[in-house]
Nanobody
Framework: QVQLVESGGGLLQAGGSLRLSCAAS????????MGWYRQAPGKQRELVAA???????NYRYSVKGRFTISRDNAKNTVYLQTNSLKPKDTAVYYC???????????????WGRGPQVTVSS
């Protein structure tokens, strides 16, 4: 069974930094795209950043220049370095990965449970 386990959330002041990590584990054959989404109270879940298997990245406009997504394929792990955090970045941050697992018929989308990131002004 495939699992995504995140770490790195917390409470901090505006201007601070956090590094979120998400490790995929289980019977994994291959991982395609990986990414981070976030959901603030009363709002829809939105894409923050994504990275393809060849390292191509894509960012939400509001985080460009402040957030950096990266991955370590040997560790099946994706990271999100968040800098210059703002109160509007407050949300639950969910890890996402498209994974081909043993005994599966194809690539499937998996989600982590999401660490809370709270930024105070």
């Amino acid at each position: 069974q495939v699992q995504l386990v995140e770490s790195g959330g917390g409470l901090l002041q505006a201007g601070g930094s956090l590094r979120l990590s998400c490790a995929a584990s289980g019977s994994i054959l291959s991982i395609n795209g990986m990414g981070w989404y976030r959901q603030a109270p009363g709002k829809q879940r939105e894409l923050v950043a994504a990275i393809s298997s060849d390292g191509t990245t894509n960012y939400r406009y509001s985080v460009k220049g402040r957030f950096t997504i990266s991955r370590d394929n040997a560790k099946n792990t994706v990271y999100l370095q968040t800098n210059s955090l703002k109160p509007k970045d407050t949300a639950v941050y969910y890890c996402n990965a498209v994974i081909l697992a043993h005994d599966s018929s194809g690539y499937q989308c998996y989600w982590g449970r999401g660490p809370q990131v709270t930024v105070s002004s």
